[in-house]
């Protein structure tokens, strides 16, 4: 029996067709475990005078009102719930339209354009609880909405569906490549920053506790489905802002300008921040706001532009609810071009208090460790970044350039120092240059920016990305990956470089809980994804690497390696035939190694020879562990050693991932063989 409500004036009014009693009642019952007042009517017969002024009373003294939606109050032309209905909507065009009051719930598949509903409804997103199963999600939202002493509010974010939770950094970039690289955070001038941070220290956060899924997203992440009420409500993610400029030759400003504040909203504690890989997976789109939310599991977002116009900037920014697509708040900021890192803290400090959250214990010293002494580095550093997106040879090498510049015109910058380092990694990690001379070349300026900053996470993560991919290091590697993660914990690409170490060291548990988190803080970036499918595939749950394998291809369908990773589980699955179209599909590498291994599979083995053909004629001279393993597939072990002794005395970048091949479901007879626990012994790895 459900208990009767003791608090009119506090509790939610329940409204309800009598065919949906059950539905209605399971919401009932989970809205009052948590303590949350409820009028639930359970009169048999409805009317009278007494019913009605009761219902008025209730409708009247009532903090939200959730009308439930069904296909039965679809069919029914007349009913009680229609009167308590218009009652609600009636009492709603009395107050503000900031005021949250209404919270339309339905718990069948009937569509939110349904003509039998008031227009003030239709108004709103509705929330789907199939049934009345209700979420702790959920609850917590109501909760929010109708305590009685909730947190101060600003005007524009009273009309929030429910208070917001806690904060991820990560705005590193997507890679093909087996570790994770990621843009460091770009930097302020910090002044006004650091008075915002007593200010708002003032303010009460709540945090939600409640993981998210990582949603699956077809190439444009718009046809992506995720249920209403699964994204934490503390959670955002900042779109790319527009280029509004003349002559459209700012997007590396405005792409710089939508990073800053990533990062900056990223060390507010209590908020989670989506990635900048997944916030940018809309670049150039023009997506249903509520769509990103769902793809992104996030509550709101921002949006903005920035117009640039001789020595003046003009930046707009606007907070958007995912709910239902009311504006919160917006700005419009009008200064002088070097002054465009104080409009990235005001715009910071702006969203932070509307969103009611508390800066808390973040780092006063983060801003004056890494501001830019002058506006010409930070627009060297800015051109930089755009550079590195190309993610190709050029862009790195022209990226390097102006990270360079930007140290020459100002030696301490700290940024600059750390993108420097980043960039020349994954330039040895590529192969395009010696590996000697590139990962010293990284190893000096992660040191020079730990020198700058000796809390930079990004030249630790730098240093265990060295240690890795070129030392064989592990344990310096292990060390400096949990010091990276230590100073910025929400950051995916400290949990994920974790991950990577520990996957190459076979601990697999370890390696997928950290992909996890990372999936969680940066749910579109396909290399977590790839990464998570590894250890899928190694420790034997097939159906889940495929699904993980499959996601890479739908959120990036020309990642790198992509087709052939699948194709080996596919292999291993023993759907030759489907392993075969696939690694068909990847170019390169990747695809000549499959194709060895496919194929001798298949018994086609002159098809076989002139794909292994192939990748020793291409990368014998960086890929000779590639090699080895087309012989491990093949099973021709004394080739397959000596091509693995050759990777060792080159050192090739891929190695480092050489201890997971042990658990390789198709490489059993190489991995068996006396001489693989030898040579794990000789990179100082546990056999």
Known sequence: MVPPVTEPSHAVFLSYASQDAEAAQRICEALRAAGIEVWFDQSALRGGDVWDQTIRKQIKTCVLFIPVIS?????????????????????????????????????????????????????????????????????????????????VRTAQAASTAGPMPRAAKTTHKSTGAAWPVKHAPLVTLGVLFSGVLAYLALYKFWVSKHQVSPPTTQAAPASASHSAFAQPAHSIAVLPFVDLSEKHDQEYFAD?????????????????????????????????????GRTLGVNYVVEGSVRKSGDQVRVTAQLISTQDGSHLWSETYDKPVGDALKVQDQITANLVRALQVSVGAADSGYAERRAFKSTEAYDLFLRGLHASDRYDKEGFESAVAYFQQALEVDPTSVPAAEQL??????????????????????????????????????????????????????????????????????????????????????????????????????????????????????????????????KVLQISPTYDGGHS?????????????????????????????????????????????????????????????????????????????????????????????????????????????????????????PE
């Not at 990635?275 to 809309?282: A, E, I, L, M």
């Not at 991950?499 to 990372?518: F, I, K, N, P, Q």
């Not at 020879?609 to 004394?638: C, F, P, V």
Request: charged letters at 30%; a negative charge.
């Open 71 to 151: 296909r039965h109050t679809h069919e029914r032309d007349e009913g009680y719930f229609r009167l308590e209905w218009k009652l609600a909507v009636d009492r709603s065009h009395l107050m503000t339209t900031n005021k949250a009051f209404l919270l339309p719930v339905v718990v069948d598949d009937t569509r939110e354009d349904d003509e039998n509903v008031p227009d003030r409804f239709r108004d709103i997103h509705w929330t789907r609880l199939p049934g009345g199963e209700t979420p702790p999600a959920f609850v917590e939202r109501v909760r929010c909405l109708v305590s009685p002493e909730p947190p």
């Open 256 to 292: 710089g300008m939508a990073e800053e504040i990533i990062d900056l909203l990223a060390r507010t504690p209590g908020l989670k921040v989506i990635g900048r890989t997944s916030s940018f997976q809309f670049k150039g789109k023009s997506p249903d706001l509520r769509v990103v």
């Open 421 to 550: 380092a980043s960039t020349q990694e994954v330039i040895a990690g590529f192969g395009y240059v010696d590996p000697a001379e590139g990962f010293e070349r990284a190893r000096r300026s992660a040191q020079r920016a730990l020198a700058l900053d000796p809390k930079s996470s990004l030249a630790y993560q730098t240093l265990s990305g060295v240690h890795y991919l070129y030392d064989w290091d592990w344990a310096a590697a292990e060390r400096d990956a949990k010091e990276a993660l230590r100073l910025e914990p929400h950051d995916a690409g400290n949990n994920g470089n974790l991950g990577s170490v520990y996957r190459m060291l076979g601990r697999w548990d370890e390696s997928a809980r950290l992909y996890e988190t990372a999936i969680s803080l940066d749910p579109l970036d396909p290399i977590w994804h790839s990464h998570l499918r590894r250890v899928r595939y190694l420790t034997g749950r097939l159906h889940e690497a495929e699904a993980e394998a499959r």
């Open 565 to 685: 990773a699948l194709g080996f589980v596919l292999l291993a699955q023993g759907k030759l035939d489907a392993a075969l179209a696939e690694m068909k599909q990847e170019p390169g590498e990747e695809g000549d190694l499959g194709l060895a291994a496919v194929y001798h599979a298949l018994g086609r083995r002159a098809e076989s020879d002139t794909a292994l053909s192939r990748l020793i004629r291409d990368h014998a001279h960086d890929s000779a562990k590639d090699i080895a393993l087309a012989y491990g597939y093949r099973t021709e072990l004394d080739e397959a050693f000596a091509w693995l002794d050759r990777a060792y005395r080159q050192k090739d970048a891929d190695l480092w991932n050489i201890k997971p091949v042990q658990a390789d479901p198709l490489m059993k007879t190489f991995t068996h063989d006396p001489r693989f626990g030898a040579f794990l012994r000789r990179m100082n790895l």
